[in-house]
């Protein structure tokens, strides 16, 4: 399964916290993600370069991920802090979580570094007008952010939601193949051009879970970890209770 829309690489707490701490946290919370059954992430702003380094490095276990870097706010826009404006002059290239950016040229410089830095895909902070149409293509994301030791992963619940909202085999479609069509779109930034994400042929990556039950009829089934009998990602298999 994919969760296209997390925060994993910042710690969203109140309060002062050292960094460490903070890194620590979230390598455990993604941990219990990939133990949900979630072998991707598609990260929508935070500092997540070493993360995936490392889970892709096989260091630690965690999902693999498609960076963002920074997402970009205009001046006291959605992104906006008190942090952001401390590190404005050495933004661009600063590992924080927001760049802010006004006007045209700053935009495109904004974009830009975060390419460079390595991001699959870029999160800009604007107003939107969402236009709700039945047939859309749906991607399954939750917003994740780590708020502290006692954050639990909530994957779950959403997959409850989505299978109320938009019936099983649309939800199913957004937690598996429809990423790999989105995926798609990031030509020559994919920072996995060797395989397919969420489908099951041949070319694909190795990931798979063996449920006790039917997600096809009921994909709720797969928001009960105790139902997730098998989870491989990459060819490693992280859980095995088949034996």
């Not at 920074?70 to 001046?75: E, N």
């Not at 006291?76 to 950016?101: F, K």
Request: charged fraction near 25%; proline fraction near 4%.
């Amino acid at each position: 399964m994919t969760d296209a829309h997390v925060h994993m690489g910042c710690l969203f707490a109140k309060g002062e916290f050292p960094v460490d701490y903070a890194t620590v946290l979230t390598v455990a919370k993604c941990k219990d993600a990939l133990m949900a059954g979630f072998t991707t992430f598609r990260d929508a702003g935070s500092v997540s370069e070493g993360l995936k380094l490392a889970f892709d490095e096989g260091v630690l276990p965690g999902p693999r991920i498609y960076p963002c870097g920074a997402y970009i706010s205009q001046t006291c826009g959605h992104g906006d802090s008190e942090y952001a404006h401390t590190y404005r002059d050495i933004q661009y290239r600063h590992p924080s979580s927001t760049v802010l950016a006004d006007g045209v040229p700053e935009i495109i410089r904004a974009v830009r570094e975060q390419f460079y830095r390595g991001a699959s895909h870029i999160k800009l902070m604007a107003t939107e007008i969402l236009n709700r149409h039945e047939d859309i293509r749906l991607l399954f994301g939750t917003d994740m952010m780590i708020t502290g030791p006692d954050y639990q992963v909530e994957q779950s619940e959403d997959i409850r939601y989505y299978e109320k909202r938009f019936g099983t085999m649309r939800a199913l479609r957004a937690l598996t193949g429809t990423a790999n069509e989105v995926f798609a779109l990031t030509t020559y930034q994919n920072p996995y051009p060797k395989g397919k994400i969420g489908v099951l042929e041949a070319g694909a990556f190795a990931d798979l879970l063996l449920v006790d039950g039917d997600p096809t009829k009921r994909v709720s089934v797969l928001a009960d970890t105790d139902h997730l009998r098998l989870i491989m990602k990459g060819g490693t298999v992280y859980k095995n209770t088949l034996c």
